[in-house]
């Protein structure tokens, strides 16, 4: 089973520019999440979504981020305009609830994305 | 305000002795928590998990103890291999088990030593 996949994997930018992140989740796999884990950090979750639809984006600095996961499989976040606190690590997990209870919807990262703003 | 500390940053062990990684959490709502290890240039992988209404849950050579009143997790890796050397983040959320929003720690750094 493959596993979720993001790209691109590095990024540098300068401030003020705009990034765009892609996430595909395995296959089947309901929800998404967005994480940033800026360095020395845990990571913190910026939005989830179920199917197409946003379960939460209450972390989400909405003036600069925004995502969007249109036919309910992959997803893109994108950052306009960065500024430096934006340097960190975004990773995309994704998870399918088993079912049992209780839920145990296990949540699988990808291998992130490392932003640098300069 | 951290929801979710882990206050050793780093842990040095040798092989074969016992790895205890800890980890405190103030919001007595959480009700399900998990361990995650992060190799380098990876994304975090699930470990193992516990509910609130257990004590304790083992997974082979990793033990996951919950101690409720104090406030406290920790995890237990018996014996320790050189390829456990990774971070661990502990991890916790509230909502009968699933795993939406997770709060995490900062995370601790194992070091196993041949």
């Known amino acids: 089973e493959a596993g979720v996949a993001q790209s691109p994997r590095y990024k540098i930018i300068e401030k003020r520019q705009s990034v765009a992140f892609w996430c595909n989740p395995i296959s089947g796999h309901a929800t998404l999440y967005w994480y940033q884990q800026i360095l020395g950090q845990g990571p913190k979750l910026l939005i989830q979504?179920?199917?197409?639809?946003?379960?939460?984006d209450s972390q989400l600095p909405k003036d600069r981020f925004s995502a969007e996961r249109l036919k309910g499989v992959d997803s893109t976040l994108k950052i306009q305009p960065a500024k430096l606190e934006d340097s960190a690590v975004y990773l995309c997990a994704s998870s399918h609830p088993s079912g049992g209870a209780p839920v145990t919807d296990t949540q699988y990262f990808g291998p992130g994305t490392r932003l640098t703003v300069l | 305000d951290q929801q979710v500390k882990q206050n050793s940053p780093s842990l040095s062990v040798q092989e074969g002795r016992i790895s205890i990684l800890n980890c405190d959490y103030t919001n007595s709502m959480f009700d399900y928590f998990l361990w995650y290890k992060k190799y380098p240039a990876e994304g975090p992988t699930f470990l193992i998990s516990?509910?609130?209404?257990?004590d304790k849950n083992e997974d082979g050579r990793f033990t996951v103890f919950l101690n409720k009143s104090a406030k406290h997790l920790s995890l237990h890796i018996v014996p320790s291999q050189p390829g456990d050397s990774a971070v661990y983040f502990c991890?916790?959320?509230?909502?009968?088990?699933?795993?939406?929003?997770?709060?995490f720690g900062k995370g601790t750094k194992l070091s196993v030593k041949p």
């Open positions: 979504f179920q199917n197409n639809g946003v379960v939460d």
């Open positions: 516990i509910s609130s209404i257990k």
């Open positions: 991890a916790a959320s509230q909502g009968g088990g699933s795993q939406g929003n997770l709060i």
